[in-house]
């Protein structure tokens, strides 16, 4: 049985930083490429971020270049996203996900239905 459990979210205050973890258990992690997405009231999930299976091949979505970087341990089957200089923006609920690749793929990476594995989320919250 796969789970996927995400960690590390919060209330912050604007220009605050946070980092948020995910653990995977019942697959082998390091055959899937990981990402995080988010989702705001209102809104649809929007991907933020993904890592290929051997920590190259990072993609981010506009908005958070520079701010937010992934990562990722295999040996702990863990995922990161350290989350810098946040802003009101980015308050949603945050979403780990595994996909069944390698690599995230360039043009896909940021389609929800492409991932086969989901976390419940962990609430971001950035005070202005």
């Known amino acids: 049985q796969v789970q996927v459990v995400e960690s590390g979210g919060g209330l912050v205050q604007a220009g605050g930083s946070l980092r948020l973890s995910c653990t995977v258990s019942?697959?082998?992690?390091?055959?899937?490429?990981m990402g995080w997405f988010r989702q705001a009231p209102g809104k649809e999930r929007e991907g933020v971020s993904c890592i290929g299976w051997s920590g190259r091949g990072t993609y981010y979505e506009e908005s958070v270049k520079g701010r937010l970087t992934i990562s990722r341990d295999n040996a702990k089957n863990t995922l990161y996203l350290q989350m810098n200089s946040l802003k009101p923006e980015d308050t949603a609920m945050y979403y780990c996900?595994?996909?069944?690749?390698?690599?995230?793929?360039?043009?896909?990476?940021?389609?929800?239905?492409?991932?086969?594995?989901w976390g419940q989320g962990t609430q971001v919250t950035v005070s202005s």
């Open positions: 019942g697959l082998t992690f390091d055959d899937y490429a």
């Open positions: 996900a595994a996909r069944t690749t390698w690599a995230c793929g360039s043009g896909a990476w940021q389609e929800s239905v492409k991932y086969n594995y």
